[in-house]
């Protein structure tokens, strides 16, 4: 995991008779921006020649802060250090933990149909739409049996989800009883388990661990993590929880300033964004972003673990019985 202080963007060029080719990268350092400038330049020297070599490469990589290409690090605003573990601001404004090792798994609750539910649902219609129109021979009847298919499988799949949900006892106990039919299968991890405003989130305890593991992408199958939170584990190359509320589920209403909140702004736009960190902190001291619910397994618990823990209930007020945002 690397969390860079300084940041910056290299370019580089060959031009040829009828071809010209620019390829652009960011490049970063914790020493200067200058160090970070040679970085870019050289990752641009370099994504040049692979795409001369016919390698193909993206020409310019997207400035967002966080999982924005595969290679860039987490590009965010640094609030503090601690150990390993990094505290930074995201672009919408709440703070995240970062760590390289200590694994954290959200576990969200599932609001929609299956996709596959529903194109199923689709199809089936769809099929016996077309064949009445064929029998009948009337092409009205086909375009409207198409339109009724779209629309009823949406309907129907969300008619059937609601009641398997009612019948499985919600979202909230389904997700619960992944978690402890998981803790019953591992019996040697640790579990600490927190409620979030949208599922749960598991600190796994007992040890440390490679987030390209395959013993991770297991974990994060079996408890049902969020896709695209473990994505972004694998190519960030950390774990990451977000500990203060987010804006809008405190009645912060304006964004971030500037926009998009991609570190770092420049020297002008500074004031805007302070004026807008002081009033988020303001609102959210009346809130928790995750509540601790219990812990299950092992009592076994490693010293790294244990101590990003610590930082995380603190700053999260998972203890605190404030209301979650």
Known sequence: MIVPQFWAEGRAQHKEPGRQV??????????????????????????????????????????????????????????????????????YGALCLNTPDVLFVDVDFTRLPPTRLTFTLGVILFAMSMAFAINERHFGLFVLGCVLSAVGSLLLSAWLFRGYELLAGGSSRRAMRRIRSFSARN?????????????????????????????????????????????????????????????????????????????????????????????????????????????????VTHPAAEAVRKIHDEMSRAFSGLPLA
């Open 22 to 91: 620019t390829v652009r990268r960011f490049g970063w350092s914790d020493l200067s921006e200058e160090d970070a400038q040679a970085n870019a330049n050289d990752r641009a020297n370099e994504a040049l020649q692979r795409v001369l070599a016919g390698d193909n490469l993206a020409r310019r990589e997207p400035k967002v802060s966080y999982n924005g290409a595969d290679g860039v690090p987490i590009r965010e605003e640094i609030v503090s250090r601690h150990g390993d573990a990094v505290i930074t601001r995201n672009s």
């Open 187 to 299: 019996p040697g991890w640790n579990l600490c388990v927190y409620e979030t405003p949208a599922g749960f989130r598991v600190l796994m305890m007992h040890d440390v661990f490679d987030p390209s593991a395959t013993q991770v992408a297991d974990c994060f199958r079996q408890l049902g993590a969020d896709p695209v939170y473990a994505r972004m584990c694998l190519r960030q190359h950390c774990f990451r929880a977000r500990i203060s509320p987010k804006p809008w589920r405190i009645g912060l209403s304006s964004p971030l300033r500037p926009r998009p909140g991609v570190w770092p702004v420049k020297a002008e736009h500074l004031p805007k964004r302070l004026q807008w960190i002081h009033l988020y902190e303001e609102k959210s001291a009346a809130f928790a972003s995750c509540r601790h619910v219990g812990q299950f397994g092992s009592s």
